[in-house]
């Protein structure tokens, strides 16, 4: 159990108390239950379209949204749009772009790049309350945390001395694969493989360009991979 909450606690805004520090063996084993909190968050975002079923498609999937956000505390948000300022402004060298990922200001791609991937999800979130669907968005919030135990599996973590440093130390990989595994089945079965593939090419890309920009990963780059990830199962699973 405290596992699973040392993962809500990190990766949610949602009030709860964790017994073990953070250094202690349970980080590794939080890993474990990325997934699990994900799809806590997806069945909470799914009360509104629930409780106010009938309403205007277009207001539950503002709410939708603004409670996605406020949930998360715009954790994942903050990771990509310092990765796109870090890709666009660190014109290829490494501790330039580690510089600009540490600045807590935003720039011009940064902040077209968070209006795109919200504006994304809008439109997949109206499109899926006017189906009345939600296997999408109960979903979508798992395969996202996926992201980052595929990247944690298969990619350096470059910022010595992080939180994500200890935890990585930890890592339960064989159990670790089994979970991801399962995830990613579960989620070909109820949306369909084109929108798990579309988003599994999506990752490989953020991977690709954060090896070749950083020589690894690091945290904003999990965030990023968390959000392209979400939008790009929302966006693909409505247009099938």
């Known amino acids: 159990m405290d596992a699973f909450l040392l993962a809500l ?18 980080l590794g084993r939080s890993v474990l239950y990325y997934p699990a909190v994900g799809l806590l968050l997806g069945m909470l975002l799914s009360l509104p379209p629930i409780l106010f079923a009938g309403s205007a498609p277009m207001l539950l999937a503002a709410i939708v949204l603004a409670g996605w956000v406020l949930l998360t505390g715009g954790l994942h948000l903050d990771g990509l749009a310092d990765c796109a300022d870090a890709w666009v402004g660190g014109y290829g060298d490494k501790q330039r772009s580690l510089q600009i990922m540490k600045d807590p200001a935003s720039g011009p791609i940064a902040v077209s790049l968070l209006v795109l991937v919200l504006v994304l999800k809008f439109a997949a979130l109206t499109s899926m309350f006017e189906q009345t669907r939600l296997a999408p968005l109960l979903l979508a919030p798992v395969l996202g945390r996926t992201a980052i135990l595929g990247l944690m599996l298969t990619t350096d973590y470059i910022r010595p001395k992080g939180l994500a440093e200890a935890l990585l130390q930890q890592l339960p990989r064989a159990h670790i694969q089994a979970v991801l595994v399962i ?14 593939l579309f988003a599994g090419g999506l990752l490989c890309w953020v991977r690709q360009t954060a090896v070749s920009r950083l020589g690894g990963v690091t945290g904003d780059v999990y965030g990023a991979a968390v959000e392209l990830t979400e939008a790009a199962v929302l966006m693909v699973a409505m247009l099938q």
């Open 183 to 196: 995830s990613v089945l579960t989620a070909a079965v109820f949306l369909g493989l084109p929108a798990v």
């Open 9 to 26: 606690q990190f990766l949610t805004r949602i009030p709860v108390s964790c017994r073990d520090a953070a250094g202690a063996p349970v």
